[in-house]
């Protein structure tokens, strides 16, 4: 499959296939995995744990979806107008969020919620942007790749602090 025009539709997918994982998973792998954590990343877990015990699954579920809401405007911005470049750096973005998670595992040494979708979605990702990539000059996927990093970390930091607001206000 080399046509742009059906591979630009697999990112969304492959976005909620990983994701669902995420979200059915992290309570309560968090709640199994307290311990372990606290005793082998002390100063990492006391804070991710403070964090996390504030969110709930539903809180998670909002920050995903807004995520997806992004990714798929991205996806139909790019396949309506012909206009790929900032859709191959946000894939490029989410493909690296699926190496961090098997770096997470790897430094753990065990199962991370993500880690089995990350697993099947990253050889699909790769064989995508190997494609992609070609149809653009390096300078500017290297450029939108950075940007869309950029963008997703800011949006990430912001969209956890809504899901603790969520949570508060969802709770009452």
């Not at 798929?72 to 911005?77: A, L, Q, Y």
């Not at 098997?102 to 050889?123: G, H, N």
Request: net charge neutral.
């Amino acid at each position: 499959m080399n046509d742009i025009n059906a591979m630009v539709w697999l990112f969304p997918i492959l976005f909620m296939f990983h994701d669902f994982e995420e979200i059915i998973f992290m309570q309560s792998w968090i709640s199994k995995n307290r311990n372990y954590l606290d005793h082998r990343f002390p100063a990492l877990s006391k804070k991710l744990s403070s964090h996390f015990d504030q969110i709930t699954t539903s809180a998670f579920a909002l920050g995903v979806a807004e995520e997806f809401i992004i990714i798929s405007i991205i996806t139909v911005v790019s396949y309506v107008t012909n206009w790929y470049i900032l859709w191959t750096g946000l894939l490029i973005t989410f493909a690296l969020h699926l190496v961090i998670h098997c770096i997470q595992a790897l430094v753990l040494r065990k199962y991370v919620p993500a880690i089995i979708t990350s697993i099947i979605c990253l050889p699909i990702c790769i064989y995508i942007i190997s494609n992609v990539v070609k149809l653009f000059p390096l300078n500017d996927v290297i450029l939108y790749s950075v940007l869309s990093f950029v963008f997703m970390v800011i949006n990430l930091i912001m969209i956890h602090r809504a899901m603790e607001v969520f949570s508060k206000w969802s709770a009452q």
